[in-house]
């Protein structure tokens, strides 16, 4: 036998189990640490993809349960459509096998690898096949399977398919048992809340080794399903032409008219005319130097974007806003959604948002929340577009400090939806310096940092006419003792002149000197009824506040005490509590420039 | 029909070309000028594995040739074992199809997608089937194939295959031909030699578009081709373990000595004692739980690392410094072969060389060349452990300043090689940073470091003895005339003295002021024969010059040169041409300590 005879005895095909059983990392599960947030977010992708397309407001349901040592148990479960019994084994256990992979529309999921590939990595590590449940509506049975993978062919094997009783009228649940370690939680914790930031329509609770999470909706309403759209000619290659043509009946006018996006009879006769081909020629008839000039004569023709409001499914401004307010308390919070571009063919919408103060942390870098089709990317920053396009920016210019991030107490998110997002690799934890996303992102980030520039700058101000608002307030009263002394009248009431000072809403923490107690004191002098929190960090519990507490939480060892007020216009609240050490009070739910806080335990 | 089926009518089994195909920019194929580079690099490891299998010195052609306005025809042949012919359309037409996958061994390509995906993307972009030629020896006459991929099915079609003269004895030839730019000619460029300076056993001829250039071999010797070994019991997973017990025929002592590596009959018994397993059970009959203890008690049992000598191929210390040398020429290279080392099983070798001063640009930062397996790495420098290494070493110990990377004349290499290399992604571009292979990576440099910081303070110390005894000679004519002036005896040759003041070689370059012509005098001092190099930059070509050039260049206006030149011991050599304007020269094959130039235009 000669040389090559031999060599060619050991070729042979290498299934795609196989391929990335041996390359697990490129998908994510390149250690122990990840593969529990990386199984997770496989499966919330799917979860929130299948409720999406059935119009369902998600509520999902994530535990993580430590079985032995280094084994943990994953459990995600959603009240999407569920799978019909004869497909569960394929989307569980075949990787390559999916809806969204032809389709051009935005979509978490795309590849149809995601969750085998969890259930490979558990069938590999502990060999304990995947359990899955899944009902698909009233009329039917939930079906309960145990699935493996067989690696070397690639396909699903089935241990156990039984009908079982769920409450659950439809949905699906996974449970995957692999070796990992809790080491990550605080990532793992980041992405379920980054999740929800951007899914602000998705209920989410998650049971972490016993501790509870629950990320409630901030929008009662499902989001409206991308549709999938055809190619863009803009955004095609001769293989892929041919490919279509080949398998075609039509006329190649009509063929360009319904197997394309944007093309209407008036730019088909004018590829066609460019082309020089005649338009009742059957499209599967032409050779491949025609197919070549078509192809030249598509890219040449002036053609509408591709219909991105029916493909793409942004966030919306105002659902960013919400997302991240009820995450994260801030001062400010602005978003932009741009208007849809193209690259390559391929429609895309940046949006982004700028959050500052509140309780960020003020020291350090500010906080970049990276996100592509509603999924937060947690790993490799350095390497993603969006990195790049923030640091590229000149935050000087917008009064925050720079070192490359801009610094500061600064929340910056940026969300790329796209029919193609144009992932650096498989395990999609960064974006591909794409020139027109990049532009986009800057472009949205600058008009908010010119938002935020104001806001700090009216801040800065609101802050001086606050403090001598304050001053005058905080003299106001001695000034009318030293006055009634001096005339020997009794000590007028100088409520009113606070109230000509300034048309605000003054809140007023003081010790009484009688009582020896703590009073606050809310003034609304505005012509509107307001509605706010008043917080009081105390060493003292308020237990016999005379107005009492909505909650009170403790924080290290003191207590944060919080009544939720509402104040009539003209009118005023008061409560008093045993405490005269140093508490300090602070108030959310009023416009910052009609708000006045007086602490004179602070001054 | 409800939700569920709709969706699961849309369901399907996804072809890995197809999967390709959409993520083209996996395998480096994500823009028309990485294209060209990413399928060189993909015939040439093919070329390079099949060299080495077969024992043969490669010779590689590359040939790159525009047949349209952005089409490129890319040509790779070689002289390797051959493909026997029902195979050639699998190698070339099927992605995930080859013979190093399953093998665990040190090899460049081994998943078998490289080369089939090149071939899927001319298809893509041009449609033009990939030919393909192959012979497998003097008995058997070539083949000629043209191939496509079936994307669907993910598998190859032939529209031709004929049989063809060939005046090769053996070897194959590819022919690609896609869209494409020669805009990253540089980077290409940059690849050929870099190949050319790991491959040193290679002789590599390229025609870019016109432009030749070669590489010639700087070692005689093929390389001895790395065996695949068996894995070793610290190397496995669960998964691995049950399959391979599954096909086993062996009684489970057999089996742990006949399926690991490194594992004998103590070993084997060590093992089957903590697992509590009987040794002549069936291995094919141990249960879930069985096996999950044995592989417990398998990581507990001490075991000798994997024999790394046997499937890993080092290029060794001296074929780097030769490589290095005939490509770039330097004043100071050393190399580092470190001993083998383990990450989770996988056997690896760390080889670094630095290279310094000669050609090499002095301002900004040091070169950086990365490979692995033999193979250069190109992209994603960033994401690299190779260069978190460099930069986390503190080269200012070794008289070097640093920005991250050190900067000024210095060239660094760095050689990964393993069975399995830890890629970031599938494009190959960049290794993980796994800290094993960092540590081996630190301490290889740093021990170069200290041999460069004693070069560089010899270097330094040597360069003051030079400039005292370049002084002496330069005032001992001057000397030797004013004494026979007041002697009033003829001027005595001085050579034999400065022959005394240093037994060196001393070239001395001088306007003669008789003749008014440039004269440049080289005289051996030592005790042994010479063979050197002289070069001289200068605005006259030396057209009349006693000894005729070797060879002269122009550079920019200026011309460079050259002569090689033998001088034996006691004797000199001389030459002189018209020309008295600012020349400079210089020597190379003379080692540094012996040398002394004495360039009189230049003082």
């Known amino acids: 036998m000669d040389l090559a005879e031999e060599l060619a005895a050991q070729q042979r095909s290498i299934s795609v189990a196989e391929f990335f059983e041996k390359n697990k990392h490129l998908l994510g599960f390149d250690s122990p640490t990840r593969g529990i947030i990386t199984t997770i977010k496989e499966a919330i992708d799917n979860s929130l993809d299948?409720?999406?397309?059935?119009?369902?407001?998600?509520?999902?349901?994530?535990?993580?349960?430590r079985v032995d040592k280094d084994v943990y148990r994953?459990?995600?479960?959603?009240?999407?459509?569920?799978?019909?019994?004869?497909?569960?084994?394929?989307?569980?256990?075949?990787?390559?096998?999916?809806?969204?992979?032809?389709?051009?529309?935005?979509?978490?999921?795309?590849?149809?690898?995601?969750?085998?590939?969890?259930?490979?990595?558990?069938?590999?590590?502990?060999?304990?096949?995947?359990?899955?449940?899944?009902?698909?509506?009233?009329?039917?049975?939930?079906?309960?399977?145990?699935?493996?993978?067989?690696?070397?062919?690639?396909?699903?094997?089935?241990?156990?398919?039984?009908?079982?009783?769920?409450?659950?009228?439809?949905?699906?649940?996974?449970?995957?048992?692999?070796?990992?370690?809790?080491?990550?939680?605080?990532?793992?914790?980041?992405y379920l809340r980054y999740t929800a930031v951007v899914n602000p329509h998705a209920r989410i609770q998650a049971d972490i080794d016993g501790e509870k999470y629950t990320y409630e909706r901030a929008v009662e309403q499902a989001i409206v399903p991308p549709k999938a759209i055809a190619p863009h000619p803009h955004g095609i290659e001769f293989g892929q032409l041919k490919r279509m043509t080949d398998t075609s009946k039509d006329k190649v006018k009509d063929f360009l008219i319904n197997g394309f996006s944007r093309?209407?009879?008036?730019?088909?006769?004018e590829i066609l005319g460019i082309a020089k081909i005649k338009p009742d020629r059957k499209a599967s008839g032409l050779t491949s130097d025609e197919l070549k000039v078509l192809l030249d004569a598509m890219q040449t023709v002036q053609i509408p974007p591709p219909p991105a409001s029916v493909c793409l499914s942004p966030i919306g401004e105002e659902s960013i806003v919400q997302g991240i307010d009820k995450e994260y308390e801030l001062d400010f919070v602005r978003s932009k959604t741009r208007k849809s571009q193209v690259f390559?063919?391929?429609?895309?919408?940046?949006?982004?948002?700028?959050?500052?103060?509140?309780?960020?942390?003020?020291?350090?870098?500010?906080?970049?929340?990276?996100?592509?089709?509603?999924?937060?990317?947690?790993?490799?920053?350095?390497?993603?577009?969006?990195?790049?396009?923030?640091?590229?920016?000149?935050?000087?210019?917008?009064?925050?400090?720079?070192?490359?991030?801009?610094?500061?107490?600064?929340?910056?998110?940026?969300?790329?939806?796209?029919?193609?997002?144009?992932?650096?690799?498989?395990s999609k934890d960064a974006i591909a310096a794409i020139p027109e996303i990049q532009k986009e992102i800057t472009l949205a980030l600058q008009e908010l940092g010119r938002e935020l520039?104001?806001?700090?700058?009216?801040?800065?101000?609101?802050?001086?006419?606050?403090?001598?608002?304050?001053?005058?307030?905080?003299?106001?009263?001695?000034?009318?003792?030293?006055?009634?002394?001096?005339?020997?009248?009794?000590?007028?009431?100088?409520?009113?002149?606070?109230?000509?000072?300034?048309?605000?809403?003054?809140?007023?923490?003081?010790?009484?000197?009688?009582?020896?107690?703590?009073?606050?004191v809310i003034n609304n002098f505005t012509r509107n009824a307001v509605t706010l929190t008043l917080y009081c960090m105390s060493p003292d519990n308020a237990a016999d506040s005379l107005v009492k507490p909505d909650f009170t939480d403790t924080i290290g060892d003191e207590f944060n005490i919080v009544w939720k007020i509402n104040v009539e216009p003209e009118s005023s609240w008061k409560t008093e509590f045993s405490g005269t050490a140093h508490s300090t009070v602070s108030v959310r739910g009023v416009e910052e420039k009609l708000l006045v806080v007086v602490d004179l335990a602070g001054i």
Chains 1, 2 share one sequence.
């Not at 093309?263 to 088909?268: L, N, Q, R, Y």
Request: glycine share 8%.
């Open 50 to 65: 299948a409720c999406e397309e059935a119009e369902v407001l998600p509520d999902i349901y994530v535990g993580i349960k």
């Open 74 to 190: 994953i459990i995600v479960e959603d009240n999407g459509p569920g799978i019909i019994p004869k497909q569960v084994p394929y989307v569980f256990g075949k990787l390559l096998y999916g809806s969204r992979f032809h389709q051009i529309k935005q979509s978490r999921g795309q590849q149809g690898i995601g969750i085998s590939a969890a259930v490979m990595y558990a069938q590999l590590t502990t060999g304990v096949p995947t359990v899955v449940i899944s009902r698909t509506g009233h009329k039917s049975k939930a079906h309960r399977f145990e699935i493996l993978i067989k690696t070397e062919q690639n396909e699903p094997q089935v241990l156990k398919d039984e009908e079982i009783d769920w409450d659950r009228m439809h949905g699906t649940r996974v449970e995957i048992e692999f070796k990992s370690t809790l080491a990550a939680k605080k990532k793992l914790i980041d």
């Open 263 to 269: 093309v209407g009879e008036k730019s088909a006769d």
């Open 344 to 426: 390559s063919g391929h429609p895309f919408i940046v949006e982004a948002a700028i959050g500052y103060g509140g309780k960020l942390d003020g020291d350090g870098p500010g906080q970049l929340l990276r996100f592509a089709n509603r999924v937060p990317l947690l790993y490799q920053q350095g390497a993603c577009v969006i990195t790049e396009a923030v640091s590229g920016i000149n935050w000087k210019l917008y009064n925050l400090s720079q070192q490359g991030l801009p610094m500061g107490p600064v929340l910056i998110l940026v969300h790329v939806a796209s029919t193609n997002v144009p992932f650096t690799s498989e």
């Open 453 to 520: 520039k104001n806001f700090i700058s009216r801040r800065d101000k609101n802050r001086q006419v606050e403090e001598r608002a304050r001053a005058v307030c905080a003299i106001l009263p001695d000034i009318a003792a030293k006055v009634s002394e001096i005339v020997e009248k009794p000590v007028p009431d100088v409520t009113p002149l606070e109230a000509q000072i300034m048309r605000k809403v003054v809140v007023k923490k003081r010790v009484n000197n009688e009582t020896g107690k703590t009073e606050i």
